[in-house]
């Protein structure tokens, strides 16, 4: 499609990050098979019932615009998954395939965030209200992904107790305390 105004540009994001939606509800039932930890398998798996819902929002702004529900390749997202993959493939250790699992799940949640916040401003500002409703219950549900991650992350990077005493006294090191 050629983009000229606002409003086409503003329906190609749609179409891209529905296009995004749908790679990614299909990318996240195998990495909830590779997590470990069943707090990170958990978020993993309430985000994938979330994003059958943010699909279903972006079908219902298509309907309010009155154009057909149609993605568009989205080639950040491809890459992110094509990505995620590729180091799920490469990681044997339990606890190191976690920590990835996070790292490449916040990606996309950034990813989402950017997308979402640009998609709410543009349609309040083109007077579709509802649509920007819709657009931001999404958003919202992204922002409550990444601290869920977030907050996992920094659960794993807190050096504890039960870690081996450091040779001659010192301190674990930093890369130790974050592969517990
Ligand atoms: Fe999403
Ligand atoms: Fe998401």
Do not use: N
Request: with cysteine; net charge negative; aromatic share 4%.
């Amino acid at each position: 499609m050629t983009i000229e105004t606002l409003d086409d540009l503003f329906l190609h994001t749609l179409k891209d990050v529905l296009y995004a939606e749908r790679k990614v509800l299909k990318a996240l039932p195998a990495m909830e098979r590779k997590a470990t930890d069943p707090k990170l398998k958990e978020a993993l798996s309430s985000h994938r019932d979330e994003t059958e819902d943010h699909v279903v929002r972006l079908e219902e702004v298509f309907e309010i615009l009155g154009k057909p529900a149609r993605g568009a390749k989205c080639d950040a997202v491809v890459g992110l998954v094509e990505e995620a993959e590729g180091l799920m493939a490469d990681i044997a250790d339990a606890e190191t395939m976690d920590a990835a699992l996070i790292s490449l799940a916040q990606a996309v949640e950034h990813y989402e965030i950017a997308r979402y916040g640009t998609l709410v401003a543009w349609a309040r500002k083109l007077g579709h209200p509802k649509a920007a409703k819709l657009l931001k219950e999404t958003l919202d549900q992204e922002y409550g992904a990444d601290r869920t991650l977030s907050k996992l992350a920094e659960g794993r990077l807190q050096p504890e107790a039960h870690l081996p005493a450091a040779p001659h006294g010192g301190r674990p090191c930093a890369g130790a305390a974050s592969l517990r």
